[in-house]
């Protein structure tokens, strides 16, 4: 047997010794007392002892593995609360970084707005000039073709065979009246 099973048995059987009277209400003349408060007592710190014994590993086990598993779930908050700020933390820089990639897109689009828009004015401009170049050539011909109308009717309606020994300045005359 080993002491914790001899301490066990002794314990159990040491209130059965002390109480093993021969007779009952012989108890004043045996003992010379009139109460059995003291091997009351002696029993319950027996029987205190024994529970004690037998229930304080099992409940401070119940308590270690209480306070371990609330430790887990705290390391495990813990944790997720990091991994928490981790992400937040990245989340920031990806936005901050977000928010300087749209600045450079409207910096770029404006750069591009402003180079259509050069482009579109200096392409206006040049066709401009050339409606300008255009309405004057067409200007020019319209000019040169009425002259030639001009001539052509002068030569063909104004002329006759009897004209024809007109003197230099009558022709000239003639010319002059349907120029102007």
């Known amino acids: 047997m080993t002491k914790k099973q001899l301490l066990i048995l002794s314990l159990i059987l040491l ?21 059995d408060f003291f ?6 710190l027996i029987f205190s002892g024994i529970v004690y014994y037998l229930v304080a590993n099992p409940i401070k086990e119940f308590f270690v593995g209480r306070q371990k598993g609330i ?7 813990e944790a997720k609360l990091q991994s928490s700020k981790e ?3 990245s989340a920031e820089t990806r936005l901050s970084e977000s928010k300087k990639k749209a600045l450079e897109i409207v910096e770029t689009a404006h750069k591009e707005a402003e180079l259509l828009s050069s482009k579109i004015l ?6 401009s000039k ?7 050539e067409k ?31 009558k022709v000239i005359a003639l010319l002059n009246k349907k120029v102007a």
Do not use: M
């Open 15 to 35: 209130p059965a010794v002390l109480f093993a009277s021969g007779g009952s209400g012989h108890y004043e003349s045996i003992t010379g007392r009139t109460t």
């Open 39 to 44: 091997p009351r007592v002696i029993n319950f």
């Open 71 to 77: 430790a887990k779930q705290l390391d495990e908050i």
């Open 87 to 89: 992400n937040q933390k």
């Open 122 to 127: 200096s392409n206006a401009d040049e066709d």
């Open 130 to 136: 050339i409606l300008e170049k255009q309405d004057i």
């Open 139 to 169: 200007k020019d011909l319209a000019q040169r073709k009425v002259i030639r109308n001009a001539i052509e009717d002068l030569l063909t309606n104004n002329i006759a065979n009897s004209d024809i020994a007109l003197d230099e300045k």
